[in-house]
């Protein structure tokens, strides 16, 4: 094991596009552990001011990175790179459940420093040296 980070956080300030209608803000934490090294977490703060619950999404940080420079994803969860009215470098985040659906906008340079951050704690390759094998099929076979 290493002795780098195990755990990176940080909040953002996404936009929620919305058809028809300026963009809301929506206040959302981004998380990496590497106890799970392939996968981030987005916590979407609902309600007015984030002050509502938190929905929590996860997927792949492999999409994440590649969706800062080229269309990625299928089906749930897609990612790719856009501009802003003003020119500002964004990443979109489509999100579908049966619930419905959304649309985020993430600055794509606070997502570039998380994903760095990231990379810094657990590096591409050595994911594996982070999962405890025994004990992830430990829990499937008490599931």
Known sequence: MTTRPVTVRSEFQLRLVVPGASSLPVRAGLSYDAADPYAVTVAFHTGVNGSGDVVQWTFARQLLTD???AP???GDVQVWPSMTGTDEGVVCLSLSSPSGKALFEIPVSEL???LTMTYAAVPTGAESEHVDVDAEL????DS
Do not use: T, Y
């Open 138 to 141: 430990a829990q499937l076979l």
């Open 112 to 114: 570039v420093e998380f």
């Open 67 to 69: 969706g800062v420079s």
């Open 72 to 74: 990625v994803g299928q």
